[in-house]
C-alpha cells in the first residue's frame, strides 16, 4: 500500500504558505470589502452571494454566518445565496439559459444599496459574470472573490467594487483561501457591529 503521509503534508505546506502570500496583497481589499458589506447592512441593505460547485457552497456558507451567527451572538443579518433555489435554478436554466440563473434573481431582488458577493475561482463562470452585469444594472457594487488572475471578471468591475483575487492557479487553494477569505469578512463585520472585543 502506498503511504501518501508526505503527499498530505505537502498539502497543508502549500495551503499554509499561500496564505501567508495572501495576506501580503489580500488583507486591504479584504478589509475594504468588509467595510462595504458593513456600510450595505448598517442602510438595510442585504447581500446578494453566488458562485457554482465549491462556490456556490461558499456563497450558503457566507450567507448561513450571517443569518445565523459567526462566533458570537448578535441580530440576524439579511444575506441570501442565489444557488439554492432548485426550482427557480431549474426552471430559468430550462426556459432561457444557465448563464441567467443568478442574473435574474439579481434582477428580481437586488436593490440599489445591496450588494452582490460574486465568487469564481476562474473568475470566468458565465452566470457569476451575468449576475455581475445585473448588480452593475441595479446600481449594486459587487464583491468579487476570485483567482487565477481574475479572469474577465476582473475586468469588468467598477472602481465602486472591490475585487478579492487569490494569488494562485490551482483551484483547490483558491477555494480553500476564499473560505479563509469568508472568515475574514464575517470576523470584521461582527468586529464592526459588536466591537472588538473577540
Known amino acids: 500500500m502506498i503511504d501518501h503521509v508526505e503527499r498530505v503534508r505537502g498539502h497543508f505546506a502549500d495551503s499554509a504558505k499561500l496564505k501567508q502570500e495572501a495576506?501580503?496583497?489580500?488583507?486591504e481589499p479584504i478589509a475594504r470589502?468588509?467595510?462595504?458589506?458593513?456600510?450595505?447592512?448598517?442602510?438595510?441593505?442585504?447581500?446578494?452571494?453566488?458562485?457554482?460547485?465549491?462556490?456556490?457552497?461558499?456563497?450558503?456558507?457566507?450567507?448561513?454566518?450571517?443569518?445565523?451567527?459567526?462566533?458570537?451572538?448578535?441580530p440576524e443579518l439579511p444575506a441570501m445565496s442565489l444557488?439554492?433555489?432548485?426550482?427557480?435554478l431549474t426552471a430559468v436554466a430550462n426556459d432561457y439559459?444557465?448563464?441567467?440563473?443568478?442574473?435574474?434573481?439579481?434582477?428580481?431582488?437586488?436593490?440599489?444599496?445591496d450588494v452582490l458577493l460574486a465568487?469564481?475561482?476562474?473568475?470566468?463562470?458565465?452566470?457569476?459574470i451575468?449576475?455581475?452585469?445585473?448588480?452593475?444594472?441595479?446600481?449594486?457594487?459587487?464583491?468579487?472573490?476570485?483567482?487565477k488572475g481574475g479572469g474577465r471578471i476582473g475586468e469588468l468591475l467598477?472602481?465602486?467594487d472591490v475585487h478579492l483575487c487569490v494569488p494562485h492557479g490551482r483551484t483547490m487553494r483558491i477555494q480553500e483561501v476564499h473560505l479563509l477569505?469568508?472568515?475574514?469578512?464575517?470576523?470584521?463585520?461582527?468586529?464592526t457591529l459588536l466591537g472588538d472585543d473577540a
Request: net charge negative.
Open 130 to 147: 451575468a449576475a455581475l452585469d445585473a448588480a452593475h444594472e441595479r446600481e449594486m457594487p459587487v464583491v468579487a472573490l476570485t483567482g
Open 23 to 27: 495576506a501580503v496583497s489580500m488583507a
Open 33 to 74: 470589502a468588509a467595510a462595504l458589506l458593513t456600510d450595505c447592512l448598517l442602510a438595510d441593505g442585504k447581500i446578494l452571494a453566488c458562485g457554482n460547485g465549491g462556490s456556490a457552497s461558499d456563497a450558503q456558507h457566507f450567507a448561513a454566518e450571517l443569518v445565523g451567527r459567526f462566533e458570537r451572538e448578535r
Open 83 to 88: 444557488a439554492t433555489d432548485t426550482s427557480l
Open 181 to 191: 477569505t469568508i472568515h475574514c469578512l464575517c470576523d470584521v463585520i461582527d468586529a
Open 97 to 113: 439559459a444557465f448563464e441567467q440563473v443568478f442574473a435574474k434573481q439579481v434582477r428580481a431582488l437586488g436593490r440599489k444599496g
Open 119 to 128: 465568487i469564481s475561482t476562474s473568475g470566468n463562470s458565465p452566470n457569476v
Open 158 to 160: 467598477a472602481p465602486t
